[in-house]
């Protein structure tokens, strides 16, 4: 089983819609969780880290669901700016994160 | 704007060549991260370094690959010899402290191509 799993997609949605991805992550002992976006031919940035509780950044909503290992990500009022691969990361140790192959998003006009 | 900078941007060379990459992190980072990423296998760490000592370099082919960080501003990354599977693109990030959760800073990548 990969440590961390993402549907690959692509996801393709018109402009304005709302998206959702979910990942999946084997480790129990896991204890960071993000979200990195990375633009075609261009580096990981991180988007957003994603709490126990909850976390929303404007249009970004990501959610952590302990019990069953997973992690969301929303995204409302999508933009073509939006348009991207996203990245789910897990943390275990002090410094490893383990990196999702993500999800690529075509925001279509 | 502080950014992780790496050189070069692109590598053509042939099966067995020399290839050594080069990554100046963020001043004042005190950890360095060499990861490569392929369409198969996606973002794998290959190297770990703090304060300039590697902690960590189990992600990487011992027999081929080495890293090392001759000071605080320069890390680099050298194939030899190198062979078509390496063909990836090289990224180094780095990090204030290497600590929990921390955010890794990525540079633009190597994008390279072994023939």
């Known amino acids: 089983r990969k440590e961390v799993e993402q549907d690959p997609g692509p996801f393709n949605v018109p402009e304005g819609a709302t998206v959702a991805f979910n990942c999946t992550y084997s480790n129990s002992a896991s204890q960071s969780f993000f979200w990195y976006r990375q633009d075609c031919r261009k580096e990981p940035k991180l988007l957003m880290s994603?709490?126990?509780s909850g976390n929303e950044d404007g249009r970004f909503t990501a959610q952590l669901n302990r019990a069953s290992q997973y992690i969301s990500l929303l995204i409302r009022d999508s933009k073509l700016s939006d348009s991207a691969t996203y990245l789910c990361?897990?943390?275990?140790?002090?410094?490893?994160?383990?990196f999702g192959k993500g999800t690529k998003l075509s925001v279509i006009p | 704007d502080a950014r992780v900078t790496q050189t070069p941007r692109d590598k053509v060379t042939e099966m067995g060549q020399e290839v050594t990459m080069r990554c100046q992190p963020i001043l004042g980072h005190n950890t360095v991260f060499w990861y490569r990423q392929t369409m198969m296998q996606g973002l794998e760490l290959l190297a770990y370094f703090r304060n300039r000592a590697p902690l960590d370099d189990s992600g990487m082919p011992k027999d081929r690959f080495s890293a090392e960080m001759p000071d605080a501003t320069l890390a680099t990354l050298k194939i030899q010899p190198s062979e078509p599977r390496d063909s990836a693109v090289y990224f180094c990030?780095?990090?204030?402290?290497?600590?929990?959760?921390?955010?890794?800073?990525f540079g633009p990548g190597t994008r390279l191509l072994v023939l």
């Open positions: 990030a780095s990090g204030r402290t290497g600590g929990f959760g921390e955010t890794q800073y």
């Open positions: 990361v897990v943390g275990a140790g002090s410094y490893q994160l383990t």
């Open positions: 994603v709490y126990s």
